[in-house]
């Protein structure tokens, strides 16, 4: 495989999370299809294998940060939505509610609405990061420049 091919397999991989737009029904999309496509190509050229590689990490990375956003919203909603987990008879939630609009930051801002404002905001990084790195990333293949993403836990190396 020439070098042109192998830059543009390699900006392909960093594109390919984004079929999940095309099919968002299915789960792990943005995973599966660079998966699929780094196991077809990885042999032909040592930039696609490592371009792979860094698309991968930083998907599964970016998987495991959002699953652990949704599991802290969950902790932090039922709390103060017991009739999701049918609790309502079990916990004083009363008690709960009571002193929730009352516990303030330094600022005024109930601490509740602080949280909301923080988890917003490290939701919408995230996304802007999953959407931003890999069209950085396929402009740095397509150049044949090394590209790594910037939180991406080193699942393969």
């Known amino acids: 495989m020439g070098e042109r091919?192998?830059?543009?397999?390699?900006?392909?991989?960093?594109?390919?999370?984004?079929?999940v737009f095309l099919m968002p029904s299915v789960p792990f999309l943005a995973v599966l299809v660079p998966l699929g496509l780094w196991l077809w190509?990885?042999?032909?050229?040592?930039?696609?294998?490592?371009?792979?590689?860094?698309?991968?990490?930083?998907?599964?990375?970016?998987?495991?940060?959002?699953?652990?956003?949704v599991f802290l919203s969950m902790l932090w909603m039922f709390p103060?939505?017991?009739?999701?987990?049918?609790?309502e008879q079990t916990v004083p939630w009363e008690?709960?509610?009571?002193?929730?609009?009352?516990?303030?930051?330094?600022?005024g801002v109930p601490v509740r609405t602080g949280l909301i404002l923080i988890y917003a905001t490290v939701v919408l990084a995230l996304f802007l990061l999953w959407l931003i790195a890999p069209i950085v990333g396929a402009v740095r293949a397509k150049d044949g420049r090394p590209f790594r993403y910037p939180i991406a836990i080193s699942f393969f190396r």
């Open 5 to 19: 091919e192998a830059r543009n397999w390699a900006m392909a991989l960093h594109l390919s999370p984004f079929f």
């Open 41 to 69: 190509k990885k042999d032909a050229h040592p930039m696609i294998d490592r371009n792979g590689k860094a698309v991968l990490n930083f998907q599964l990375t970016v998987l495991l940060l959002g699953g652990g956003l």
């Open 80 to 87: 103060f939505r017991p009739e999701l987990i049918g609790m």
């Open 95 to 107: 008690l709960l509610s009571s002193w929730e609009g009352r516990l303030t930051v330094g600022t």
